[in-house]
């Protein structure tokens, strides 16, 4: 007995010993890093560790490799300034009130990165954030104002104000965060690091090397891409994201401006050509000479085909422009993730540091016939999302939980030791990163409010569970539609008003009305933002 607690007695105080001196920077040290990784409307279906058939993505595929791939992600409202801010405050939109690209993001809010700023983290964002406020709880940040531009494009500094670098968005982006890495970081702190690209976003423009190799490939079609939308509402009817007729023809497939006159193709909105012709116009002389001498062999070969081009052709082929200059604009992207994790590599930095890849939504990719994104539907609802975080998940692990982006910000505050405000609405992943947390969310809610507005995709609301999806468009519409996600796997056919689903429908009514209840959603807010956003269009804000 004296034996054991004579040596009981040696450890503790061999310990504290041992402890002591650095106790404040070992403790320090233990919390983790965080770089949290997203990209502007990439698709899951555009990296390869989900599918295969499109591209290669080696580098964001290497963070799956090493950790966790998850395979029902999703949002709770899919488009880009309100997916940020459930990300930063841990709400929904209707709580933290940015519901969509227009409404004002409320400072007032509690941000996670805040929270760690406050506990001793060293915070910086790098990128795209689309607020149209600068980030609080940042001691550095270089973000593009607004949806930012892909060649030479404008940054907001924090330390310098409005700056215009020369390069092409991606690879600028890319520096700015290898140089923080490099020489800005305290190492006597953790760190969280938002490296967040505007790439793959609309226009699509890829850099110089990759455009050459683009745009000399051929990709798979979707099964979905003829689609006439029988089978389901007003909403998918009425939604203005085809690929034939709502996409512009030299904004987004690059037929030249002058080549459109000679070939009679009237723009596909007033701001087709428009479009072009800025995104176009900020590159230099040398990026230009380039630019036009690929894409104007395109335009040729273009010219001599238009004219015996069927509707059916002409779809096709816009499919495979599309895919192009997607594809190419992913191609900087996945570079540039490849050089971050080396340097976590070389620097001794990868066994401590959570690695996130992400999106801010999904998107659809000819799926549908469409390309953006919006809808409760698949592959706009599911945002891709990869995790690594050595010691704690198990490397080339697989979850299919319906994890959301809600819960970012309760996960990384309890992975830096810290107790979430009770207010925030998510669940932490982090039982599902030691593998565990098999019950995690029965049922993801779903609330999309932006319109009347481009792309006209309706407002809705909706639950989403294994099998099932029921949805409510509504404001000039009233409409129920419900999907079984296991026999319907492509969303084809509403069954609402199928005799047999009216058990399925029944619960399902329930259950969305209790989720309504849960997460403080109503009728009278529903109301309250209609109302908001009707006097912003009169404001013509909007
Ligand atoms: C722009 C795009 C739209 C896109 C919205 C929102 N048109 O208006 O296609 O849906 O942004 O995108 S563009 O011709 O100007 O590119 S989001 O990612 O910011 O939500
Ligand atoms: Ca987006």
């Not at 890495?181 to 305290?186: A, C, G, I, S, T």
């Not at 401590?352 to 469409?370: A, C, K, M, P, R």
Request: net charge positive; proline share 4%; hydrophobic share 35%.
């Amino acid at each position: 007995k004296i034996f054991y607690s004579l040596l009981a007695i040696g450890i503790v105080s061999l310990s504290f010993f041992a402890f002591k001196p650095k106790k404040t920077k070992s403790h320090a040290m233990r919390r983790p890093n965080i770089v949290f990784i997203m990209s502007d409307d990439h698709a899951y279906q555009a990296i390869s560790a989900y599918d295969k058939r499109l591209t290669q993505t080696p580098n964001i595929d290497r963070i799956a490799k090493e950790g966790m791939l998850f395979t029902n992600a999703c949002v709770t409202n899919s488009i880009c300034a309100p997916s940020r801010a459930v990300i930063l405050t841990g709400k929904h939109s209707h709580l933290n009130g940015k519901i969509d690209n227009y409404f004002p993001f409320d400072t007032t809010n509690i941000t996670f990165p805040q929270i760690l700023q406050k506990n001793g983290y060293q915070t910086a964002m790098f990128g795209k954030l689309h607020f149209g406020n600068n980030p609080k709880g940042f001691d550095e940040f270089q973000i593009l104002p607004d949806q930012g531009d892909y060649y030479n494009p404008d940054f907001i500094t924090k330390k310098e104000g409005k700056k215009k670098l020369t390069g092409y968005v991606t690879d600028l982006i890319t520096d700015i965060t290898l140089n923080w890495l490099k020489n800005e970081r305290d190492e006597e702190k953790p760190f969280f690091l938002a490296y967040l690209h505007k790439a793959p976003h609309r226009e699509w423009l890829p850099a110089e090397r990759h455009f050459k190799e683009y745009l000399k490939k051929t990709f798979p079609e979707p099964t979905t891409l003829f689609d006439n939308y029988e089978g389901r509402g007003r909403a998918s009817k009425e939604a203005e994201m085809n690929l034939l007729t709502h996409m512009n023809w030299a904004g987004d497939s690059k037929i030249f401006p002058e080549n459109m006159d000679k070939l009679g193709i009237k723009e596909s909105h007033s701001y087709d050509k428009r479009n072009y012709n800025y995104t176009v116009g900020r590159m230099n002389a040398e990026q230009r000479k380039v630019w036009d001498e690929y894409y104007g062999k395109m335009n040729e070969e273009f010219i001599k085909r238009y004219p015996s081009m069927t509707e059916r052709d002409k779809m096709k082929w816009r499919y495979q422009r599309y895919m192009q200059d997607y594809l190419g604009s992913i191609a900087a992207v996945d570079e540039g993730v490849g050089k971050v994790l080396d340097f976590l590599k070389k620097n001794n930095l990868e066994e401590n540091t959570i690695v996130v890849y992400t999106s801010d939504q999904g998107f659809y990719l000819g799926e549908h016939g469409w390309f953006d994104k919006r809808f409760i539907f698949d592959e706009s609802f599911k945002t891709p999302l990869l995790v690594r975080w050595p010691n704690v998940i198990k490397a080339g692990s697989k979850n299919t939980q319906m994890v959301q982006n809600l819960d970012f910000a309760q996960t990384f505050l309890e992975a830096a030791g810290i107790t979430p405000p009770s207010d925030m609405q998510g669940e932490s992943l982090i039982p599902i990163f030691k593998g565990q947390g098999k019950n995690f969310r029965d049922a993801a809610y779903y609330h999309y409010y932006e319109y009347p507005s481009v792309h006209m995709v309706k407002r809705h609301y909706g639950i989403v569970t294994e099998k099932y999806k029921l949805v409510h468009f509504y404001y000039d519409v009233d409409e129920w539609e419900l999907y079984d996600r296991v026999n319907d796997k492509n969303e084809m056919k509403n069954v609402y008003n199928d005799p047999k689903y009216a058990k399925v429908k029944e619960e399902l009514h329930k259950k969305l009305a209790a989720l309504r209840v849960k997460y403080k959603d109503s009728e009278t807010l529903d109301k309250m933002y209609i109302e908001k956003y009707d006097q912003l269009v009169k404001q013509g804000k909007i």
